[in-house]
């Protein structure tokens, strides 16, 4: 149906969508019914206009060996506009001829002036060229290495050069075809566009919207999938930082990650940092970027890399993950049993298994890992062994991070914690992790007149047993729940159900999962 004066046309994550003029972004989300949380933020793009459009110089061209971009040298020379007037015609095109100097796809029919003389070109050049000198004959030229040769190209030669993905270039053979070929706009040079939370914002007629970006998770890379799926485990990325190559997001800055996955940092990338200054920070590219080898590929955008490029410091992003996270820490063998049968993986139980059972390690580990080998181990406790705590981030930052980086409550939804010492009514704990060589524990939230019992705290650098945590059942006036002074004392939070420590016993293990303040 034709579009009238009181409609408008917009594009939502690429499907269509027919409004009232007036209408607001939270409409078009209401209609598309698009994926998106409350609080992220939306892109959005007009229609680039054509002047923009004409001066377009880089294309992406897609084979089934990869994706590789040229560059065109003169947008205004012949072969740069034929170039312009006619690429999509190039599609479905396979390498029609190869040789150790060059390859061609082909042929088509095109409105060149064939030379007969001999031309010089470089590795990786680009030009048309006509066999027998016929233009109804006319290829696609890509040299691979320097020569000189008589291809039939129009007086001006030259027109683009591979600037990205030349190995790809140098791996095509006679059954390979050009899949797909699109214009990379400079989106920086675009000046209608927005990122934005306003719902209210009214939308215009040719708006493309994109609401939430999708990720496929590489299994080469089990770990590190991992980190990214506790990074956006409410479904939500934070962007920390923006630069014109990526955007970053900081919030497991500090968490080793193993480098598991050498490969390009293609756009839509996502990498981790595994050494050096920000280990541990999630990267997403923007642009192509080479390997490198302190970044380990973890997965790729593969819908939605509008939105990354849009996106501005400080906001949200809605994601989701492909495949989803297998979550079984924290619930049932009766939860997670039939879920975990739905996509043909075997359970196999393991320690407690009775009625109130509740899982707290698992064998895989990773969820990528899990759906590899087809099957897990899940070693379950009783609930009651299974404590609740409240953390306190915004009074001691640093030690709670600290604790939830001894207890890999970054990246797990359980945390395990041995038993150190017992005494009257303290409980101390030594995390498995060796925190303290490489975490401060600067004197922070120290008490003033009690500590309540319940309360957590840590020893902090001011006395000798630095890192210990403890926990004490009943209040007290003179000393931290570690047996420190107060000075001595750091307090990171509360347990929920301090009476589940009663019956444990030096040696033993507790594990601890993060509540939130109702």
């Known amino acids: 149906m034709p579009i009238t004066s009181n409609e408008i046309s917009v594009e939502v994550n690429g499907e269509k969508y027919t409004l009232s003029a007036g209408s607001t972004l939270g409409d078009a989300l209401k209609v598309s019914r698009a994926p998106y949380i409350a609080g992220t933020a939306v892109g959005i793009l007009k229609e680039a206009a054509k002047e923009k459009t004409e001066t377009v110089t880089e294309y992406a061209i897609n084979t089934p060996r990869g994706e590789f971009r040229i560059e065109i040298k003169n947008p205004e020379s012949p072969s740069g506009k034929l170039w312009a007037e006619h690429f999509k015609e190039y599609e479905g095109k396979s390498v029609h001829w190869a040789s150790p100097e ?196 973890v997965g790729q955008v593969t819908k939605g890399i509008e939105l990354i490029k849009l996106a501005e410091e400080g906001q949200k992003l809605s994601v989701e993950c492909l495949p989803p996270q297998i979550v079984l820490l924290g619930h049932s063998f009766e939860d997670v049993e039939p879920v975990l049968s739905s996509i043909g993986v075997e359970l196999i139980k393991d320690g407690y298994t009775g009625e109130d059972a509740v899982i707290v390690s698992q064998d895989p580990p990773t969820t990528l890992e899990i759906l590899g080998e087809a099957k ?86 001011a006395a000798k047993r630095m890192g210990i945590i403890g926990v004490r059942l009943g209040d007290d006036e003179l000393f ?14 509360r347990i929920v159900n301090p009476e589940k420590l009663l019956g444990v016993k030096e040696g033993d293990t507790v594990y601890v999962t993060e509540t939130v303040r109702k």
């Open 480 to 493: 931290g729940p570690t047996g420190e002074r107060f000075s001595s004392t750091n307090i990171v939070g």
């Open 376 to 461: 897990v181990t899940a070693y379950a406790v009783s609930r009651d062994k299974l404590i609740e705590i409240e953390l306190y981030p915004e009074k001691a930052p640093k030690s709670v991070d600290f604790f939830r980086h001894g207890l890999e409550l970054k990246t797990k939804t359980v945390g395990k914690l041995p038993v150190y010492m017992i005494y009257d009514d303290t409980y101390l704990f030594k995390t498995e992790k060796e925190v303290v060589k490489y975490k401060e524990i600067l004197p922070e939230n120290t008490p003033t007149d009690k500590v309540l019992g319940g309360e957590i705290g840590i020893t902090n650098q």
């Open 102 to 297: 060059a390859l061609a796809f082909g042929p088509f029919e095109a409105e060149i002036k064939p030379s007969r003389e001999t031309g010089s070109f470089e590795a990786f050049e680009v030009m048309f060229g006509a066999g027998g000198f016929d233009p109804h004959n006319t290829h696609l030229i890509f040299s691979l290495k320097r020569h000189t040769a008589e291809y039939g190209t129009p007086e001006d030669g030259v027109f683009a050069e591979v600037v990205t993905g030349r190995k790809i270039i140098s791996r095509l053979s006679r059954e390979d075809t050009i899949l797909g070929i699109e214009p990379i706009i400079e989106w920086e040079q675009i000046s209608e566009k927005t990122c934005t939370t306003d719902l209210s914002l009214l939308l215009e007629d040719g708006n493309k919207i994109f609401t939430y970006f999708e990720v496929e998770l590489s299994r080469n890379a089990p770990r590190g999938a991992e980190n990214f799926y506790a990074l956006t485990r409410e479904g939500t990325l934070n962007v920390d930082v923006t630069t014109s190559s990526f955007i970053s997001d900081d919030s497991l800055k500090g968490e080793t990650t193993p480098y598991e996955n050498f490969e390009p940092r293609r756009e839509g990338a996502i990498s981790v940092r595994t050494v050096g200054y920000g280990l541990g920070r999630t990267y997403i590219s923007r642009e192509e970027r080479p390997s490198s080898l302190v970044h380990s590929i």
